[in-house]
C-alpha cells in the first residue's frame, strides 16, 4: 500500500525567499510521484511528475522537486516566492499497475508575505 | 475547450434529496475518477473507472452510484442526501497502461452543500 505524508499544514515565506514543501511518501513498488496546486476554488493543476526518469523534476511556475528513494522524499521547491504562489499544495503517489488510483497528501496551504 | 467539465458547479439542496453531478473530459482518456474533498480539504478517491468498466470503488456508502455511459463520461448520483456529504467533489481523468504519463487531469470541482 502507498502513503504520503505532507510535513507542515501551513508555510510562510517571504516574497523572493525560497519555497520549500515537504513530502515523503511509503511504497512497496517503485512509485509515481506528483505535485498540484490548487488556488482558492478551483480545480487541481499538475504541477510536476516523477515517472521513474530523471530523478530532478522541473516543473511549471518555476517550481522543482527531487525523488530521493534513499530519503523516500519528494519535496517541492521554489528558488523565489513570488504573491501568486499563494495556495494549496498537494502531494500525490500511484504506481503503475493495478488501479492507478492517487493517494494525495493532506496539503500545505503556502501563504507568501509582502 | 475545457478538458475536464463538471455540472453543476454548485448544488445547494436538502437533506433526503436525491442529486446527479455530471462530467465528461476531451482529452481521450480511457479512466475516469471521483473525489471528494472535506472541510479541510483532504482528498480521498471514491470510484475509477476504465474504459466503462468499475475498477475502484472504496469504502462510500451504497447511496453514491457512478454510472460511466461511455469513455468520455462519468456521472455520479447521490440518494437520501445526509448533512455529511457536504463537500467539493472532483472529477478526474487519466490515460493508463505503458507509455502513458499517468497524470491526473481534473475539473473545477462541484461544491455540495446539503441544508
Known amino acids: 500500500a502507498q502513503s504520503v505524508t505532507q510535513l507542515g499544514s501551513h508555510v510562510s515565506v517571504s516574497e523572493g525567499a525560497l519555497v520549500l514543501l515537504r513530502c515523503n511518501y511509503s511504497?512497496?513498488?517503485?512509485?509515481?510521484l506528483f505535485w498540484y496546486v490548487q488556488y482558492p476554488n478551483q480545480g487541481l493543476q499538475l504541477l510536476l511528475k516523477y515517472t521513474s526518469a530523471a530523478t530532478l523534476v522541473k516543473g511549471i511556475n518555476g517550481f522543482e522537486a527531487e525523488f530521493k528513494k534513499s530519503e523516500t522524499s519528494f519535496h517541492l521547491t521554489k528558488p523565489s516566492a513570488h504573491m501568486s504562489d499563494a495556495a494549496e499544495y498537494f502531494c500525490a503517489v500511484s504506481v503503475a499497475s493495478g488501479t492507478y488510483k492517487y493517494i494525495f497528501g493532506t496539503g500545505t496551504r503556502l501563504k507568501v508575505l509582502a | 475547450d475545457t478538458a475536464v467539465s463538471q455540472t453543476p458547479k454548485y448544488l445547494v439542496t436538502q437533506m433526503g434529496n436525491d442529486k446527479s453531478i455530471k462530467c465528461e473530459q476531451n482529452l481521450g482518456h480511457d479512466t475516469m475518477y471521483w473525489y471528494k474533498q472535506d472541510s479541510k480539504k483532504f482528498l480521498k478517491i471514491m470510484f475509477s473507472y476504465n474504459n466503462k468498466e468499475l475498477i475502484i470503488n472504496e469504502t462510500v456508502p451504497n447511496r453514491f452510484s457512478p454510472k460511466s455511459p461511455d469513455k468520455a463520461h462519468l456521472n455520479l448520483h447521490i440518494n437520501s442526501l445526509e448533512l455529511g456529504d457536504s463537500a467539493v467533489y472532483f472529477c478526474?481523468?487519466?490515460?493508463?497502461?505503458?507509455?502513458?504519463?499517468?497524470?491526473?487531469?481534473f475539473g473545477p470541482g462541484t461544491r455540495l452543500t446539503v441544508t
Open positions: 511504497s512497496s513498488v517503485p512509485p509515481y
Open positions: 478526474a481523468s487519466s490515460q493508463v497502461g505503458e507509455g502513458s504519463g499517468y497524470e491526473q487531469y
